[in-house]
């Protein structure tokens, strides 16, 4: 028996296609097209279970303009050279024959992403783009951890140029995204917010990079011991995140969603549950300005069942399930532990000059 739709759900719009399945590396390689089908199954058990469906966009490649607003010209032109032949691009990013041809497509659903997040208000007001490969590594004249295009940072672009006047990138992937800091580490007009395992790859990401120039207080670093929690990752949000947020005041806001900081993740020693990126989710949609569009963007995340289980808990968010009850008594790891408390001051302390934080 078909299920009824909840009332108060919103309408989510995915972007995706099968051509993101044609980047392939080594069979060893954890950045593999089975990332994205555990993605997908997610985001089925999610509207299977909220008794809806989603709002699927078309869309095609990012184009010379719309990639040259992050990455250089020439790097674009030696990508194109680059299509249709293998190899490795570094020691960690791998390249097949259909990889460049994805990679612009990729771009391309993050582009399309914010044309139809702008272009509906009052209806789809967030969404969910799935690009492979990944991108918020990608520096804007190389490849770099997996990324050959900056799919974020195109984004954030692209909703510059159609006169989105602030613009957030929040970075919730395990990894610094050090490609996306840099992209805009000058501009004051978009604030990039990282929460990363420190230390880990690509080692970037410190408490003191807090942008330059007119873009000094727009970089916000969250460098975080390993072994968090779910109630650290809270306590981030309560403590930094969502009060810089605020006051910010995005009139676009997009997440690099990757989900390796999953416990389940090989690469990575963080102890996220999948709930609490659903927690991340609502609690960020709480506190955004009530016009201001959600764009998710997919980065990394690489063990499978993580995957589904914690993209279903984003979806579910943004659908706008009601979050899961608390439960009665605490459980082990309710509250942050002392290393953690400690890493957060330190953090408070590099951001008051900037941000009023309580």
């Not at 974020?152 to 990894?175: I, K, M, P, T």
């Amino acid at each position: 028996m078909a299920l009824e739709p909840q009332s108060t759900l919103r309408p989510v719009i995915v972007l995706d296609d099968d051509l993101f399945l044609s980047h392939v590396g080594p069979d060893e390689h954890p950045e593999r097209a089975a990332r994205l089908l555990a993605v997908r199954q997610g985001l089925a058990v999610a509207a299977q279970a909220l008794g809806t469906t989603y709002i699927n966009v078309p869309f095609g490649d990012a184009d010379e303009t719309q990639l040259g607003r992050v990455h250089d010209d020439a790097y674009i032109e030696s990508l194109g050279h680059l299509a249709g032949r293998s190899g490795f691009l570094d020691s960690d990013t791998f390249l097949s024959p259909n990889s460049v041809a994805a990679a612009r497509r990729a771009a391309g659903s993050a582009v399309a992403l914010v044309q139809a997040l702008s272009s509906a208000p009052g209806q789809a007001r967030v969404g969910f783009a799935l690009p492979r490969p990944p991108g918020h590594h990608a520096l804007a004249d190389r490849a770099m951890g997996f990324c050959l295009l900056n799919n974020v940072a195109v984004a954030a672009a692209q909703a510059r140029s159609q006169g989105h006047e602030r613009v957030l990138v929040l970075d919730w992937d395990v990894h610094h995204g050090n490609g996306t800091e840099a992209m805009f580490y000058d501009d004051p007009s978009v604030l990039f917010v990282s929460l990363h395992q420190f230390p880990n790859y690509p080692g970037t990401g410190a408490i003191t990079d807090v942008g330059q120039g007119e873009g000094r207080g727009a970089s916000v670093n969250l460098p975080l011991p390993k072994g968090g929690t779910d109630a650290v990752y809270a306590a981030a949000f309560e403590r930094v995140v969502l009060p810089i947020v605020e006051q910010f005041g995005p009139t676009f806001a997009l997440v690099s969603c990757g989900f390796d900081a999953h416990e389940r993740d090989p690469l990575a020693e963080m102890s996220l549950s999948a709930a609490g990126f659903g927690a991340m989710t609502r609690s960020l949609l709480a506190r955004l300005p009530k016009a201001c569009p959600l764009g998710v963007v997919l980065e990394g995340g690489y063990d499978l069942t993580a995957l589904s289980e914690s993209s279903e808990a984003v979806a579910r968010a943004l659908f706008g399930e009601a979050a899961p009850a608390i439960p009665a008594q605490p459980v082990p790891g309710a509250e942050p532990g002392a290393q953690h408390l400690a890493a957060l001051r330190e953090i408070e302390r590099a951001q008051t000059p900037f941000w009023k934080l309580s």
